[in-house]
């Protein structure tokens, strides 16, 4: 009976590890890239969310353009990817638009800003990656 009870455990435990792996998606995959410094997976995994108007995602490829992580620093494209999440509600991305803002010239804005028009009006085909 005892033997029997502790097989039962490990069968239930072993199927509730796999329901827990079952749960991750493009979020934590993405993340788990991120965070082990591996940014084109990342990249892609945050790029398609974003595309689809995930305000996190849109704000993690706004800080990767920012630093430079996986892509060249580009001030202009952390910018836009900013603006978007920060319309959507995401309070980190507003602090960084602000911040993103302030290193950048009236030109650079305003090139932003006419990059996040194009990239939306295209539903993200036109986007400047």
């Given at each position: ?32 890239a ?80 006419a ?15």
């Amino acid at each position: 009976m005892r033997k029997r009870n502790i097989v039962g455990g490990i069968l239930l435990a072993a199927q509730l590890m796999g329901s827990v792996a079952a749960v991750a998606g493009p979020w934590e995959d993405g993340m788990a890239a991120y965070n082990r410094g591996d940014y084109v997976p990342a990249i892609r995994v945050f790029r398609t969310m974003a595309e689809h108007g995930n305000a996190k995602a849109q704000n993690v490829l706004g800080v990767m353009f920012r630093k430079g992580e996986g892509v060249p620093k580009n001030p202009a494209r952390a910018h836009m990817w900013f603006s978007f999440a920060a319309k959507r509600g995401e309070a980190g991305a507003k602090v960084e638009l602000r911040e993103v803002s302030r290193t950048m010239t009236a030109q650079e804005i305003s090139q932003a800003e006419a990059m996040a028009r194009a990239c939306e009006a295209s539903n993200y085909r036109a986007c400047e990656y």
